[in-house]
């Protein structure tokens, strides 16, 4: 894989003044080999609140720890890596402080048609996975069969938006899928996917959506404090606010629909750490309302949001989105194969 190195001295501020301070703290540091950056300022793909992402190879034997960290308007991720792992290294990690080469070599040996094409096959497993889940929940908790679909299509978008050749993201997971599909004139693939979050109809309830995440994460965040499992953003910052300023509110403004795939991918994301935690299910349960009726406190209420965010979503049929659902997988695997990701 071709590799190429970062110049800071590209990014605008006041993106490069903090970029520059962290990578010169990071080169002070005795453990550390080598610095990189990742996610949209390496491939070069930004918007006005584009995060930095910073992969950090350690010396020795180390698990893979990710810290997050919130300034004034700006969010810094680290990526903390051993020498050991450095095959878990972001496929579009571009080195900026690589003395003995350690990052570059790891990267160059890798074959990027290969990486993505075990990607995108691991995405159509997972999203057969949400499939099955959604049919197995359907006639015990249509919300549930609800939310395994949620699942389904934001898996799938990401794979979706790879197999086009483009970058993937989360923060504009919707808007993202529009550009890639425009580039390959298959936009039916956006319309059926945002079907399965009520689009366009549940643009009219955006606020409320932003208002229902704003809360619940002022209120679950008191839950994983101390906690060892459970989100890094929860357990390592003290609150919700620079978080949701610094990430969640620009999806809000830039794009309705980006916030809304937000919404309804949050919400399980963080009740899987719930169930987790307070009932030993490693996934989630295939009832999740139902069995969640152990929950009290903050974890109920978090749920209970979960729960007014899916009703607003109105009186579709699971059943019938499970069907369509269905029928984009299938139009997926053909998609993949056509190969646009292919870089040779």
């Not at 080999?33 to 910073?54: L, N």
């Not at 395994?148 to 050749?165: D, K, N, Q, R, Y």
């Not at 629909?257 to 719930?274: A, K, M, Q, T």
């Amino acid at each position: 894989m071709d590799v190429r190195p970062f110049d800071p001295r590209r990014v605008p501020s006041p993106w490069r003044q903090i970029l520059e301070e962290e990578v010169e703290r990071l080169q002070e540091r005795s453990d550390v080999r080598a610095i990189g950056i990742a996610g949209s300022w390496a491939q070069e793909d930004t918007w006005a609140h584009s995060d930095i992402d910073i992969e950090v190879v350690l010396r020795g034997e180390h698990d893979f720890t990710l810290q997050v960290t919130e300034r004034e308007g700006m969010s810094v991720d680290f990526g903390f890596f051993g020498e050991g792992n450095l095959e878990t290294l972001p496929y579009e990690t571009r080195p900026l402080y690589d003395p003995d080469s350690v990052m570059t070599r790891a990267l160059e040996s890798r074959d990027l048609d290969e990486f993505l094409t075990k990607r995108l096959r691991e995405g159509l497993d997972a999203c057969r996975d949400h499939l099955g889940q959604c049919e197995e929940s359907v006639s015990v908790d249509p919300r549930s069969a609800l939310v395994f679909l949620h699942l389904f299509a934001w898996t799938m978008s990401g794979l979706l938006v790879i197999a086009a050749g483009d970058n993937p993201t989360i923060k504009r997971r919707c808007t993202r899928l529009e550009r890639a599909m425009g580039m390959r004139h298959r936009l039916d693939f956006l319309t059926r996917c945002g079907q399965l979050f009520g689009l366009p109809e549940s643009l009219e309830h955006a606020e409320e959506l932003l208002s229902h995440l704003r809360e619940g994460y002022r209120e679950i965040w008191r839950f994983f404090k101390g906690k060892t499992d459970g989100p890094a953003y929860m357990i390592q910052q003290p609150d919700s606010e620079l978080w949701f300023r610094n990430r969640i509110e620009p999806v809000y403004v830039n794009d309705r629909r980006d916030l809304i795939w937000i919404v309804y991918g949050e919400f399980p994301f963080v009740e899987s750490f719930l169930f987790r935690n307070l009932t030993g299910h490693e996934t989630l349960p295939l009832d999740i309302f139902g069995t969640a009726e152990a929950f009290s406190g903050d974890p109920e209420r978090w749920v209970s949001r979960h729960i007014q965010c899916l009703d607003l979503l109105g009186e579709g049929s699971a059943g019938d989105l499970l069907a369509m659902s269905g029928d984009i997988l299938e139009d997926a695997k053909d998609f993949v194969e056509e190969g646009h990701y292919l870089t040779g």
